[in-house]
């Protein structure tokens, strides 16, 4: 064990919160399967649930070995408890209607991409390895994501008004992006990533040119700021944390 | 899947009886297309083609669509509840798999000159039928392996003739499919061989699962073939090739030892090895509850249904959006050349 | 039928597998515009990693030959034998050729 014994807790902290925020993410997608506007986009949806659910299994499997403990991707994402989740607040609220859906994906993963893109030159191999892989799939998200954006808020009067309401909605939970946390001092300070609040600049310039072709006006920062990645989640984790540890939890030592 | 849905009386079957007059030009081109069907040959989109042959493929092939896409329903009710990351993203693919079946199929009646919108308001109307699979609930998570395992096993077994079906378009959309099929039943299998090595509770979801999936499965393949209507026509048109009996045999004498591998026993007390006819006997099928599922009686007819318009209703500010954009967006590169 | 603006028009989907290929028509995807229909194509049909290049053409864009004008569209090749290589008998020493 190593590894894990030269683990900085910060750098575990930092591997969960990237994968319990894909994890979550793509658990709030695969509820679309079956379910979309129209055939061609449930597949497209469910092809980036898969991609964000692959990333939580390399990046689960890595905590678990950085956490020393054996515990495998399916113990991490099946038996923890909601305040040991670490991801964004932003991933685990209700999908409400495909406008706010494909509005988070355009924000997460404009973010996700800046920081898989900054990840290669980390110090952790494995993490260097799974945000090369990821990369890819993040571009091609936030492709997918903001063509619709900017097809939806320009589309008709109704589209317009309800992503304007999803953006609303959804900004203010992007604050927790780019706030500094203790975690991201040592992990940038031990080289395992950049510190989140080093890609806000980038972001912003990336999102700021979509939303205005998309003809949305962008709210203004607000004092609230959601704390997911330090365990403190919405209402909306436990409920979905129900449903996705059922089986695990009601049938202990069940093999799958 | 699914050779059922065209054995079954539907409002839009009438339509398809043959009749009326027919010019001496059409009846020799009549007499050319069976010639052709009999040889072994295809027919293609732009050929001309009786009006009952087009008829008979647009409700074919569409009822087919729709099953596919009514069939991501009980399956997806698991989706958010997978026990692993594995299974999940495994059932994710399945499901997605089945819905693009579902667009592959719309696609080739679309060349028969119907519109995709017109197919999917005749399912929300309940015009249209699919396949009554699908109307019974997935209340374990062993249901995902039965579905796979039987479910997904009798559609590949409807499915394989109609690689070989008279309509080029029917008949390349069923290879695609079928190619992509072949992970559907052994994810199932998979799936069961591996709680059956759990707990004796997940042995207990396994055998409850069996039990109420297995008949269901058996009358997938329609009905018996003295009580087919509508297999004459299709079997002389190539868009059914083996009869009902037949492929349900087939499908018992498969299931038979696979069943036995996994540990379970099968819910038919009359199942027995007939060492005369080389296959297995089976029980008679209670198709009063077979009848009773088709004529929107079943635990889920209602429940996926309603799913699917809710779906569809929900989308249409999406759809319009999406048009109303491009409409803009071709006008504005107009103005800028 | 439904009116045209209501239902996003229809793509055919041609992919390339790899490099060397043909672009080969695989089915047809719905979409409002260019991009969305590629991406729907992307996303539907080279699942399983079998795909290199992606055309997509509107479906009404495509003109067919008229299958009854068979005979005399394709016929009149057909007596045109010495196209084929086999038409030629050359000696054995040389039928590599
Ligand atoms: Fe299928
Ligand atoms: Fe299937």
Redesign the pocket.
Known sequence: MTAATQTHPAHLEYVLRLADTSLILGQRLSEWCGHGPVIEEDIALTNIALDLIGQARLLLTHAGALEGRGRDEDQLAFLRREPEFRNLTIVELPNGDFGQTILRNYLVAAWQRELWQALPGSGDAALAAIAAKSLKEARYHVQHASDWVVRLGDGTDESHRRMQAALDLLWPYTAEFFSATPVDEAAAAASVGPAWASLEAAWTGAVTPVLEVATLAMPARTPFLSRGKAGVHSEHLGHLLTGMQHLQRTYPGGTW | ?YTQAMDIPSPERDETARGGPRSVREAEYEAEIDAKVARGEFIEAKDWMPEAYRKTLVRQISQHAHS?IV?MLPEGNWITRAPTLKRKAILLA?VQ??GG?GMYLYAAAETLGVARDDLVDALHSGKAKYSSIFNYPTLNWADIGVI?WL??GA??MNQIPLCRCSYGPYARAMIR?CK??SF??RQGYDLLLTMMKGTPEQRDLVQDAVNRWWWPALMMFGPHDSASTHSGDSIKWGIKRISNDDLRQKFVDAAVPQARVLGITLPDPALKWNEARGHWDFGPIDWSEFWNVVNGHGQCNRERLADRVQAWEDGAWVREAAMAHAEKQRKRDRLAA | MTEPSRQWPLWEVFIRSRNGLDHKHCGSVHAPDAKMALQNARDAYPRRRDGGSIWVVRAEHSVASDPDAKPEMFDPAEDKIYRHPTFYTLPDEVNHM
């Open positions: 899947m596919e069939g399945k798999d089945e079946h796979g479910v997904d559609a590949i499919i992509e099929e559907h039943q």
